[in-house]
């Protein structure tokens, strides 16, 4: 069925169409992979279903390339990073499995340099699938570390390729990970880029990693754009969001999704005259895996199955996260944190947690796939006048709540006004000095979450990796019981 979206176009295009045919193109996307290899299992419409998995987005991907000759191939970033198996090779295992899958362009996210520029520079040398991203340049010699852009012809249809990255690349990867690297404005580079490839191809297509606004940017502010496709959000567009003629299209994360999107182009106009857009859930049952990519999955799996499927202890109630104010989950970690190192106040960013867990058995796999990105935990002092100051600045600020230990407060959020704070279950002291414990991600960000100018010297390391201090305190405890226990509250 034809969208109003789609039929918008056919009317606006209607007078320009060539007496030629048109040609279609089918373009097949997924993106925010996570480093999730093997199936997980979801809730679609009712149904309990297992989804996604490498060896079954593979065979989705191939009975479609089958099925419709000439089906472009495109992945919007973050494979990186998720599973034991991603960290353990620093994102091996996952170059290794798109070789086999072979997506036809890949646009590097902001987890591929969660390792640091230097290991994904000899990561990328083992890929054999075009790497795009036109804005993150050599500070040095000042040009893209990675292709920009490519052209694929399909079916008689000529497509420009080109890679974006957020701009804000810097705020969403860990201190240092971008050494001797810059992120550029996409939108200037992009219009150049489209200005070149226009003398050469039919359509042009974005493949960005960035946030829904800034793709609404990018199609607002780049005449000649014809298709976006997105990663970043974890978005499921089931239909393409259409900004300034330009569809945007994302298909969820992890491989619960496979995007589908196919257009009729007409090659004597240069443009899109009609299209459809839609998801694909890959679900298991129902899909033959691809055999070289389901073998590879089991061999990097044996060799740390022994290891990280380890029960270690119980849940007694299910974990479940939250961005917008406490959860237990966070609750538990945040005190784990002060009972394993002594310091009087925790924080870790909400999206350092990376996955619920339901009561019953937990395994090491599950606390690696809860802290996925083995960060350092680092220490630092502060007065009691410069918490109230700093969760004064964290309540209004643009960066999700953090999850507390130690701590109580109460705040207007319109205002930032703190109405009510305890440590250690003692009214905040104004020239007491607190110890403060976080992670890796929030001291290099310390003063974006809490308004802070601290000096590299005043920042400790406390020698802990987050994931093995919960696994730690996770073993101590064997059987754990969670919950919010109003630690935050907020009021308008």
């Known amino acids: 069925m034809i969208g109003f979206a789609c039929l918008f176009l056919l009317f606006r295009y209607s007078g320009c169409q060539s007496k030629s045919a048109p040609l279609p ?21 009712g149904d309990t279903v297992e989804v996604g998995g490498a060896a079954y987005l593979a065979g989705l991907l191939d009975s479609l390339r089958t099925s419709l ?16 198996i991603c960290s353990l090779t620093q994102g091996q295992s996952q170059i290794d499995l798109l070789n086999l899958i072979k997506p036809d362009a890949f646009a590097l996210g902001n987890h591929e340099f969660d390792y640091g520029w230097g290991i994904l520079q000899e990561r990328l040398v083992t890929a054999n699938f075009p790497v795009l991203c036109c804005n993150v340049v050599d500070s040095i010699t000042d040009r893209p570390v990675v292709k920009s852009s490519i052209i694929i012809e399909r079916n008689g249809v000529k497509i ?6 957020q701009q804000k690349l810097a705020g969403s990867v860990i201190k240092g990970a971008l050494a001797g690297l810059s992120v550029e404005d996409p939108v200037p580079i992009v219009k150049r880029l489209l200005h070149e490839l226009e003398r050469s191809t039919d359509i042009q297509v974005a493949l960005t990693h960035q946030s829904l606004n800034d793709d609404k940017r990018l199609a607002r502010n780049c005449p000649g ?4 496709v997105a990663g970043h959000q974890h978005l499921r567009l089931f239909e393409p969001v259409l900004v300034n003629e330009v569809p945007i299209l994302q298909a969820g994360s992890k491989g619960e999704y496979l995007g589908f999107f196919q257009a009729q182009v ?23 895996p691809r055999d070289d990519v389901k073998a590879l999955v089991e061999a990097q799996e044996k060799i740390i199955s022994a290891e990280v499927d ?9 974990w479940i996260r939250a961005s917008d104010g406490e959860s ?23 999206g350092g947690l990376r996955k619920d867990l339901p009561a019953g058995p937990v395994t090491v796999r599950d606390l690696w796939e809860l802290h996925p990105f083995n960060d350092r935990l680092m220490k630092f002092e502060i007065s009691g006048k410069e918490l109230l100051e700093a969760m004064s600045f964290h309540v209004t600020g643009r960066r999700r709540l953090m999850q507390v230990g130690g701590m109580r407060y109460r705040a207007r959020k319109s205002t930032g006004e703190i109405l009510e ?42 020698g802990w990796i987050d994931r093995f201090l919960v696994e730690e305190a996770f073993i101590q405890e064997g059987t754990v019981s969670s919950r919010k226990d109003g630690r935050i509250i907020l009021e308008e």
């Not at 380890?310 to 299910?318: D, M």
């Not at 237990?328 to 909400?350: E, H, K, L, Q, Y």
């Open 25 to 45: 193109v089918t373009i097949l996307h997924w993106n925010d992979f996570h480093a999730q290899n093997r199936p997980f299992v979801r809730v679609m419409d």
């Open 225 to 228: 754009l014809d298709v976006i």
């Open 310 to 318: 380890r029960v270690i202890g119980y849940l007694k109630e299910p």
């Open 266 to 288: 007409d090659t004597a106009a240069d443009r899109i005259i009609s299209y459809e857009g839609k998801l694909i859930p890959v679900i298991s049952r129902s899909i033959r």
């Open 160 to 165: 420009g390729v080109i890679g974006v990255i």
């Open 328 to 350: 237990n989950v966070g609750n538990w970690t945040t005190d784990a944190m002060i009972r394993m190192t002594g310091c009087d106040i925790a924080f870790i960013n909400s």
């Open 69 to 84: 000759p000439g089906a472009l191939a495109l992945h919007a970033g973050d494979e990186f990073t998720g599973t034991p």
């Open 421 to 462: 704070m305890t440590v250690g279950g003692k009214p905040v002291q104004l020239d007491r000095r607190y110890t403060v414990i976080t992670n890796e991600f929030v001291a290099g960000h310390i003063e974006d979450y809490l308004g802070l100018s601290l000096p590299e010297s005043d920042i400790e390391d406390t």
